[in-house]
């Protein structure tokens, strides 16, 4: 039981848990990629206080550092749902559960955009969640759709659970290289319902399937925790960075403009403050 689940793995997540251990709390970073981050993409800052003419990497590299050298840990994995269980939080981290006594969202301002049809059969056929959801699937034909590295594990799971596994890339990564998992070429245009079945429509035709997995780095806020209260795409926070749910914070750029790290920074402070009395 961590007293701290921090998701995101930026400026906003590493300044949260470096106050976080200087709080005392137990607490881990739950973080996608490095590269996926937008401080990543960042060549040069000069606004940054302390750090003139930084690379982004740089920056990120050193605030990881300091994180893990006050004591946080670092969990490499995106958090794909959370739920509120008996005073506490469950968070679905890979194909782990973490519990928390407290959670904050740092997960950056990118969105993931979904393909037509996606939304509306999530839970009829769609799913993000392998481990959720794969058993349902046993003895079945099912596709996988992946964004990223993150789908070839879970592809090699279904595998062994499914008749057949389709995989298709939604964007350039190394695929699976598992002679059960077949690659399939196209560009994904389309999920629709046909019958029991899901057709995934491609620029060079569709498949019918049982199920459909979709894996991608990011998660909407709303999707990650049901019932969060959202100002636009924006996490609706107060001055103590207190989401509309006890016990769960937000900071950084998925609070809203302006989308700095110097705000994100300052955000990540408040909120392991605030989570640090709370939990008092
Ligand atoms: C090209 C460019 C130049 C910029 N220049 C400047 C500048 O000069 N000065 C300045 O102050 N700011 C600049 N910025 C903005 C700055 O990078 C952001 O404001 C800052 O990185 C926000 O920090 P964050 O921690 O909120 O989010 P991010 O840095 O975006 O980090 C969020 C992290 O959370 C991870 N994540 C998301 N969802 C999940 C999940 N479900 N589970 C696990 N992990 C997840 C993401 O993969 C990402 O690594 C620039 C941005 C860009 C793109």
């Known amino acids: 039981m961590y007293d701290l689940l921090i998701i995101g793995g930026g400026p906003a997540a590493f300044s949260c848990a470096m106050t976080a251990r200087k709080r005392g709390l137990h607490c881990a970073v739950v973080s996608a990629d490095a590269t996926t981050g937008w401080l990543w993409r960042a060549e040069q800052l000069d ?5 003139p003419a930084v690379s982004g990497r740089e920056l990120l590299r050193v605030f990881r550092q300091q994180a893990e050298d006050l004591g946080a840990e670092i969990i490499h994995a995106v958090a794909r749902q959370i739920q509120s269980f008996g005073g506490s939080f469950m968070v679905l981290a890979g194909n782990d559960v973490l519990e928390s006594k407290a959670v904050v969202l740092a997960m950056g301002a990118a969105r993931p955009k979904l393909l037509p049809g996606e939304e509306e059969l999530i ?3 769609v799913s993000w ?13 099912v596709a996988v759709l992946s964004a990223w590295e993150g789908g070839v594990e879970e592809a090699v799971f279904l595998a ?3 008749s057949a596994v389709d995989y298709y890339t939604l964007a350039p990564h190394a695929a699976p290289d598992d002679a059960r998992i077949r690659l399939c070429g196209g560009r ?6 046909e019958g029991k079945e899901i057709a995934v429509v491609t620029d060079q035709g569709e498949e019918r399937y049982d199920g ?13 925790l049901p019932g969060l209260e959202l100002d636009g795409a924006f996490i609706r926070v107060n001055r103590r960075m207190a ?24 955000e990540g402070n408040v909120a392991a403050i605030s989570a640090a009395e709370d939990l008092m």
């Open 47 to 51: 606004n940054y206080p302390g750090m």
């Open 123 to 125: 839970g009829m056929g």
């Open 129 to 141: 969640c392998g481990t959720c959801d794969g058993m349902f699937y046993r003895g079945k034909r």
């Open 160 to 162: 062994g659970l499914a």
């Open 188 to 193: 994904v245009k389309e999920l629709r319902r």
């Open 212 to 224: 459909v997995f979709v894996f991608r780095p990011a998660v909407a806020p709303d999707r990650l």
């Open 243 to 266: 989401t509309s749910i006890p016990h769960v914070y937000a900071c950084g750029d998925c609070t809203g403009q302006p989308l700095q790290v110097a705000k994100a920074v300052g």
